[in-house]
């Protein structure tokens, strides 16, 4: 009798708790405004012309369910939510057995997730597994199942869910997969597309086939299991050969969600822009894309790197002049890894942190003609330890040479012989001025780029040597708006003199040393072999560590960044150091055909001298190799130049 009353006051319980959530919940709908779907998180977002170029969770082409093949709305459902037009937007049955099933497997494989559910992530929330996540998505659930009708969301959602290769939308993925209508998709066609959205990386047909073949079964087994279509029907559609026409079409779309990410996480650190914007109106996102740029940049990619290798590349263009992040791909394919490289990742730069120490060294008193010995070198340190870095390939020239021929040849001894020169802090102080944020360590080898750093942070730092001396802020977003045009944000320039314009003069200069043939001697110039295919004059450096690859460089209106190499830190092969370079090269030959460029106009500080640009001399007679090399006045080489190796030892003896 008293386990009687118990479960009777149990169940009583259970009723009041019941009430009183319903009561909550119906408080909390009728005190919460319309959720607007149709525009919900809409944002639209723009190029540099004003073109658009991305629509959010909106599809361009938004299309009525009536206009949609009846294959697609049964595929979906009966592959997704099967009990869609049943349920209130929680399938508690699915619920408990996913529930269980997970438990018994120790595994979270099985989901539960309805259309609905779905729909209101999609529209309101970001992918993250946090419990407030989950709870917000129950919210949301809860109001768009109380607000509209089942055939209103289910519209929605057709409408929104990803089709990979950047195609939101049926009707987008419809026109990009089989160039048609998306009421007019067969069942086969039908049944390959919806299978697609669980996972765009996976199933998509023109990423692997097979796997959207696979995918494609389970779809019409769900479709003949529920007695929708007939096993002949199945099995024709199965084998129906299908035309696909997006690898026909042009697919820079793709490679431009890095470039879109890269806007959203710059919208995420906006403060003054009200959530509530994006999820009930939209927004207007201007932004700094150049088409043309990112088109030069995607292509390179696309065309050089090894379609059946796990090499990867980041590459940014800017233009130096403002920070206008003009291209910017972070992966060679969206699809396959999201994973933003050039907003998301640090890796060691190698020699392309040689130009700061050569900044701080002309700053602080040397010329392009001071001379160290090129020769293998142990280095005494304190505590007496020594350091022993290496020439690539241990080529030495056994011989004084001026710092133009250690930058063309990328002199490792020389650098390190300049970083001891003038201490560790000076090289350190100049990459902080000029915009680096990574932590650098004070250690010999740090000219040598043993640091990791972004790829943004080194171009907008190679950025003040472009634009003669200023620190300039990389951003994506110029100017945001609401969906009635009124202005929520623009961007307000943000530039700061921390260099001597003549001296970043003359080492713009010196950094064509890189390519000039005038500098072979007992080695040759980095990018020597390049230079034949060169039509413009570029300022340039290249980095090279065992497992990383960069080459950066710079007419005054564009900078480009590009590194190459693995995920996982595997050693490059001789044979793809290449790579690199001819992207590089491609897309700024490609991006400044037909475009006027200019250089750097002498400052009336800087005078010009003839000189052997090897040994820094001034030039004559008898030498061979003769170049135009710039000074500031009263700092011009004569022949009685001391080498600076006494002078060093002298320095690091004290």
Known sequence: M???????????????????????????????PKLEIGSANNILVYDNKKDLFFQGNESKKWTNLEDISKYVIESTIYTEDKHFYEHKGFDYGRIIKASLIN????STKQGASTITQQYAK?????????????????LYTIRIENTYSKDEILEGYLNTINYGHGMYGIENASQFYFDKSAKDLDLAEATLISGIPKSPSNYSPLIDYDAAKER??????????????????????????????????????????????????????ITNIPKSLTETKGLK?????????????????????????????ASVMMNPKNGEILALVGGKNYNLSSYNRATDSKRQVGSTMKPYLYYAALEQGFTTSTAFTSQATTFNLANNKTYSPKNNNNVYGNKP??????????????????????????????????????????VPSLPLGTNEINIIEMASGYSAFANLGYKIKPHFIKKIEDKDGNVLYEYKEEKNAVLNASICFILNNVLTATYDKDYIDYNYPTAVNIAPKMTHKYALKSGTTA????????????????????????????????????????????????????????????????VNPITGKPATDTDTQKKIMYFIKGTEPLDTDPVFDEKFNNTIAS
Not at 122 to 138: I, P, V
Not at 402 to 408: D, H, K, V
Request: aromatic share 12%.
């Open 401 to 442: 040479i001026s710092m133009g021929a250690a930058i063309a040849y990328s002199e490792n001894i020389y650098a390190v012989k300049t970083h001891l020169f003038l201490g560790e802090d000076a090289l350190i102080n100049v990459a902080k001025r000029v915009g680096i944020k990574s932590k650098l360590q004070k």
């Open 216 to 269: 494609q079964l389970m779809v019409l087994n769900s479709l003949y299991n529920n007695g929708l279509i007939t096993e002949d029907e199945k099995d024709d559609a199965y084998n129906e050969k299908l035309e696909l026409v997006g690898e026909k079409e042009d697919r820079n779309q793709e490679l431009k969600m890095y470039f879109h990410d890269a806007v959203i996480d710059e919208l995420d650190t």
């Open 285 to 313: 996102i201007y932004t700094t894309l150049d088409n043309d740029a990112q088109n030069s940049l995607e292509n390179s990619v696309k065309d050089i790197l090894p379609n059946d290798s796990k090499l990867q590349t």
């Open 103 to 106: 438990i018994s497997s120790r």
């Open 122 to 138: 999609n529209l309101f929330l970001d992918f993250s597994k946090t419990w407030k996540r989950k709870w917000d998505e129950a």
């Open 547 to 610: 497992t990383d690859n960069w080459y950066i460089g710079f007419t005054p209106e564009v900078i480009n960044a590009t590194w190459i190499g693995y995920d996982d830190n595997t050693e490059l092969k001789t044979s793809e150091y290449k790579y690199g370079q001819n992207i590089w090269l491609n897309s700024m030959e490609s991006y400044l055909k037909d475009r006027e460029t200019s250089w750097y106009e002498k400052p009336n500080n800087i005078s010009e001298v003839l």
């Open 2 to 32: 008293k386990k009687l009353r118990l479960l009777i006051k149990l169940f009583i319980f259970i009723l009041i708790c019941y009430g009183i959530f319903k009561g909550a919940i119906f408080v909390y709908l009728k005190m919460s």
